[in-house]
């Protein structure tokens, strides 16, 4: 008799637990995780290495908010920000919302990150937004007969645009759905091509708001059809949490991303928020390849009254500083 009593709590105390972790969304959790292996399985098998992929602006983030964090926004980026992070996001959006950044890269390159979000109810939204990348003149170098590039003659620029239509929508139990579909144009003077690629994305948000868990896919396609032949795009899979602390005014996040061709990369941040309308933000960044982004990032931001103003900076170590700049009005 003592033996069934002291077995009696342990057998309910499972009996709860097993419903808890159903009725809290976890086995749709489970389900999402294992697709992400089987995903995460085929972007390894399909790496390419350094440099090997065309239109890789498409992996300069959006947004100087997520930007400052380290640049992993795939389980915590709102609004505009969400149509690059994850497309999912925008059913969380219930105001419209326009937003527009500028990236101050060094060697001259300018990229502008600009979107409208307008939800149509029943907790969906869509969203119109576009990336364009610009450099100043570059030297035009030519082989020599030692075969040394160190002749130039003249400059050329480098011109890369994407043009974004996005849906995000709530589906329940804390879990949202969305994708995106891009087109893509890039120029480089001696050739020009263009090329269709297409983002999902799913998000969990816990009930009480307390932690959230993301997984996108970016920049899927056929490729870049240029003069020759069809390059392949910069394929992306991205999962990422984040989570809420100290009475709602901290934020951490914790990314992993793996590029088809830049390895993978790992995000860390933090959001401090001081007297409600002032935000410090601060992060890390590292990758296994030994040619991508490693270093910190730090920024700050403030909102009043359905404005927000953003900025950040990167740390890209030898080749230097980022800079980025985000002004949004509405949202939130």
């Not at 086995?27 to 390419?48: D, E, G, N, Q, T």
């Amino acid at each position: 008799m003592s033996r069934t009593t002291n077995q009696l709590p342990n057998k309910v105390s499972v009996r709860s637990f097993q419903r808890s972790c159903s009725s809290s969304g976890f086995r749709p959790l489970l389900r999402l995780a294992i697709c992400f292996i089987l995903v995460y399985s085929f972007f390894i098998s399909k790496a390419h290495g350094a440099g090997t992929t065309a239109a890789n602006f498409l992996t300069l983030g959006a947004g100087a908010r997520i930007e400052a964090m380290g640049g992993g926004g795939t389980a915590i980026a709102r609004g505009v920000d969400g149509v690059y992070w994850n497309a999912a996001s925008l059913g969380r959006c219930a105001a419209n919302e326009f937003s527009f950044s500028h990236a101050a890269w060094f060697a001259d390159i300018g990229y502008e990150h600009m979107g409208f979000i307008h939800p149509l109810g029943d907790a969906t939204s869509v969203a119109l937004s576009s990336s364009i990348l610009r450099t100043g003149g570059i030297p035009r170098t030519f082989e020599d007969i030692y075969g040394m590039y160190e002749q130039t003659d003249g400059t050329f620029s480098y011109t890369a645009l994407a043009l974004v239509s996005s849906i995000g929508k709530y589906v329940g139990q804390g879990f949202y759905l969305g994708g995106s579909a891009k087109f893509v144009y890039e120029d480089n003077a001696s050739e020009s091509g263009t090329g269709l690629a297409f983002d999902v994305g799913g998000l969990y948000v816990s009930l009480d708001k307390k932690w959230s868990l993301g997984v996108a896919a970016r920049n899927l396609g056929r490729g870049l059809k240029l003069r020759e032949a069809t390059e392949p795009l910069p394929s992306e899979l991205a999962v990422g949490g984040a989570v809420v602390l100290v009475d709602s005014s901290l934020v951490a996040t914790l990314d992993a991303a793996v590029t088809t061709d830049a390895g993978t990369q790992f995000s860390w941040g933090a959001e401090q928020r001081l007297r409600g309308a002032l935000f410090l933000r601060g992060g890390y960044t590292t990758s296994t390849e030994k040619t991508a982004h490693r270093g910190f990032t730090m920024g700050a931001g403030i909102m009043i009254k359905g404005l927000s103003i953003d900025y950040s900076v990167s740390d890209y170590q030898k080749l230097g500083l980022v800079h980025r700049f985000t002004l949004s009005v509405g949202g939130h």
